[in-house]
């Protein structure tokens, strides 16, 4: 099956990111078999408030790659509902447009109570995107808190999307999500009051990081999604990061941290799963006091049975 997505075969595709999500037993197989592709398509990561359009952003970006004559890769990360779920729906709908279009890969994650959002299989499901032939991926996640500080350590590329009448957001915004995002967007620029949501941003950049990351400075751009305006210039951003990221060795950087993440978290989730399958034999043990949590816990990490 490996071989078939290799060779762009959407339904084997199709396939293998379910076995991967799933953490099926041939999920490992699958991704040794991907990886030499890995780090060939740029992963562009969309993040921001509920509601920003970042679902419409995300649609616009795939007509234009498609236009290109790009292929491309959509995950939406929904951290609430599992994939039939409502607020999933109505982004499909708003994407189906492409569903048919086979240079146009679309799916959505469900978190399953991961903090920030992402697991590890996020990490497999990019693997078989790129194995596909994927030139951009486009990862949609909803921005609450921490969430956006999370998809820096997936993406290449970070946009963060706000809108005109999220001026208070601008203020509140933490340090955080100022220092992943490398492009800010202003999106739904058609509504009054886009100018100064620019130049707040703008400024709040200025103040919060001067030196800016490795040479990058980082854009605000004022953009509608729904119309159009300003998507040619949000396009050339996105290539001139992937450039900066080529000639700066930044790519290099971004690619190890994504790999640190991945397998963090893939050891994690094995050695949780491990310790947590012996746990019922030990817990007669505790409730007689013949032993104590402290020393369960450091023989579960052991592996050992006693
Ligand atoms: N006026 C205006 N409305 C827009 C624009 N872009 C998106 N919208 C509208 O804003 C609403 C939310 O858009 P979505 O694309 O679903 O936003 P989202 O950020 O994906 O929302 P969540 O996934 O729920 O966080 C929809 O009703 C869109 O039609 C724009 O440029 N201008
Ligand atoms: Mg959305």
């Known amino acids: 099956m490996a071989r078939l ?15 991967i999500i799933d953490e ?3 999920a490992d197989v699958l ?3 991907f990886f030499p592709k890995s780090g060939s398509a740029q992963k562009i990561g969309i993040c921001g408030p509920p509601g920003a359009g970042k679902s419409t952003l995300t649609g616009r970006l795939v007509a234009l790659y498609r236009k290109a004559g790009l292929k491309v890769g959509v995950l939406a990360v929904d951290p609430s509902s599992p994939i039939s779920g409502g607020a999933f729906l109505g982004d499909r709908l708003r994407i189906q447009d492409h569903a048919t279009d086979s240079g146009v890969f679309i799916r959505s994650l469900a ?4 903090v920030g959002g992402v697991s590890h299989t996020i990490f497999g499901a990019i693997h078989a995107l790129e194995a596909w032939g994927c ?4 990862v949609e996640t909803v921005g609450t808190g921490q969430d956006e500080v999370v998809i820096a350590r997936v993406a290449d590329t970070v946009v963060y999307v706000t809108t005109p009448t999220m001026g208070d957001e601008i203020q509140a915004m933490k340090a955080g999500v100022m220092e992943v995002a490398d492009l800010f967007v202003v999106n739904k620029a058609d509504l009054s009051g886009a100018h100064k949501a620019i ?3 703008k400024t709040a950049l200025g103040l919060g990081r001067e030196a800016g990351c490795g040479g ?3 854009p605000v751009l004022g953009i509608s999604a729904l119309s159009g305006q300003g998507l040619p ?3 050339a951003g996105l290539d001139e990061h992937a450039r900066h990221l080529r000639d700066s060795g930044e790519g290099r950087e971004r690619l190890k941290r994504q790999y640190r993440e991945e397998v963090s978290l893939y050891v994690s989730r094995r050695v949780y799963q491990d310790a947590l399958s012996q746990m019922d034999s030990h817990l007669d043990e505790l409730v007689d006091h013949k032993s104590d949590p402290p020393s369960v816990a450091a023989r579960m990490l052991r592996g050992g049975a006693n």
């Open 5 to 19: 997505v290799l060779s762009g075969d959407t339904g084997a595709l199709a396939r293998s990111l379910s076995l």
């Open 24 to 26: 099926s037993g041939e």
């Open 31 to 33: 991704i040794r078999s």
């Open 111 to 114: 978190t399953r109570g991961m």
């Open 135 to 138: 030139d951009r991926i486009v």
């Open 199 to 201: 130049s707040d941003l």
């Open 216 to 218: 990058w400075q980082t």
């Open 233 to 235: 210039e949000l396009l």
